[in-house]
C-alpha cells in the first residue's frame, strides 16, 4: 500500500503532536500555520512547509485542519 501525502492545517499542541506521530511512521507531511515559527520543528523533522493553504492542498492527498479559532 502506498502511503499518502498528508497536509495539517493548524500546528498548534494538537497538530503538531500528530504530524510529528505521522512522519515518525514514515508518511510525508506537509503543513501551514498562521504563525511559520510554529511550525518550524515539524519542518526540522522532515515535514514540508507551505507558504498557503492552497499550496498545501495541491500536494497533498489528505488534509486534516485542527485549528482553535475561525
Known sequence: MTKKTIGFVG???MG???ATHLINNG???NVYNRTKSKADELVEIGATWCDTI???SMTSDVIISIVGYP
Do not use: Q, R
Open 11 to 13: 500546528t498548534g499542541v
Open 16 to 18: 503538531k503532536s500528530m
Open 27 to 29: 508518511y510525508e507531511v
Open 54 to 56: 492552497a499550496d498545501l
